[in-house]
């Protein structure tokens, strides 16, 4: 599985499994809050502790200093907080009212973190048992050296129990997740530098901005030169991606709590070099309404039954002078005529502002099986009145009965096929890429799906001459049509026999 993409598995499995034995001790609604609060508490009190008996081996008294912690942007923890007071307590009645109260500690202490943690580990609905049993896993199963050893060990941990929440939620879970290897193919396509502005307008996990920043790190860039921009509506997710960035020690402006983007922009002024987003698919009842005469809709009023055009007007809105967007559609929005929205796909492409179309496999999310389109969008594009369109819905890989990935080596492919088209050598490929002018757009009636211009892939020759393989499917064919026929008077004889008469 490695080099397919996915990191080898065992630590993060490993909590999965052991968090797992919550099940049916708990209301699932419940589920996420408490292990994701869970493996949160326990990072940052081994992060806290490592950093601690530094200072305590330095000798010079700083190790009771808040400042000492936060300039190596590392949570200040009060001592009801550490996992020590935490794990002494994991066999007594009153384990609950420990977690909630080091919870409510931490947000005192951490303004960053107010209003963020869970607190309902008091709940009677949850067996104080099995929470003690769960609190002794993460007690013998994370140590601090695994902290100094490997800095994103909770974050993949956190990360994969994510993924885990989104298969079981279904529907649910992609509110608040992107797969991986989707992300990981805009930030490949992108290639966020330093000293930029990344914005999520709809950033569920924050996913998009983990990916941005591990980009950078493999390029020689400094993790810390990019600034994160994000909002979310839905008040748990926005908790979850606080959460995320302070695991991942990533300083991250996500408002001061959860809003509705088209509403309550809390990043008005934003102009960003990258944004990146997974908006909800195909959003109705959006508030179109009350928007109508809203600044953001240059290309035209978005329909009130679909929120595509809204999104994707909104990012326009929000991009730098050479800013570009990476996000992901349902494929519907690349043809869709419906109330006007052709007309506004028609704008934006004579604004030369499509760089690039990219149909997806299906079943890449876990919450839904629709096919799904990446739409690369730039201010500046390097190739004026020109588009690229890649048809990958052969690619990747099943990774389980339900669910397909991308491999490393497909999103190498896609992302150099894009450095190819910027840098003017790309050569089309059929059933595979195209490079297409704005006028070959138009007269395509300026839909974009990738099928209209990849075209199909050639067959190879396998060296039958075509008479000769007419003859043989047209024989083998007739032979069928003998085979249904015969079959057909069997079941007829069958059921005349038990007296049903079929003409």
Known sequence: MAGKGSVKLGFEKQIWDAACVLWGHIPAAEYRKVIIGLIFLRYISAAFEKRYNELLAEGDGFENDKDAYTMENIFYVPESARWSTIAAAAHTPEIGKVIDDAMRALEAENKALKNVLPKNYASPDLDKRVLGEVVDLFTNNIKMEDIGTDNDLLGRTYEYCIAQFAAYEGTKGGEFYTPSSVVRTIVEILKPYENCRVYDPCCGSGGMFVQSVKFLQAHSGNRNKISVYGQESNADTWKMAKMNMAIRGIDADFGPYQADTFFNDLHPSLKADFIMANPPFNLSNWGQDKLQDDVRWKYGLPPSGNANYAWIQHMIYHLAPNGKIGLVLANGALSTQTSGEGEIRKRIVEDDLIEGIVAMPTQLFYSVTIPVTLWFISRNKKQ????????????????????????????????????????????????????????????????????????????????????????????????????????QDEIKKNLASIGFEVK
Not at 433 to 453: F, M, S
């Open 384 to 487: 004026k009145g020109k588009t690229l369109f890649i048809d990958a819905r052969k690619m990747g890989y099943m990774e389980d009965r339900k669910h397909r990935n991308l491999s490393d080596e497909d999103i190498k492919k896609l992302a150099d096929t894009f450095t190819a088209f910027q840098e003017g050598i790309l050569e089309d490929k059929k059933g595979f890429c195209a490079v297409v002018t704005t006028e070959d757009i138009k007269k395509q009636d300026y839909i974009l799906t990738p099928g209209r211009y990849v075209g199909i892939e050639e067959q190879e020759d396998d060296g039958e001459p075509f008479e000769d393989k007419m003859k043989r499917l047209t024989s083998e064919l007739s032979e069928m049509f003998a085979q249904s026929n015969t079959l």
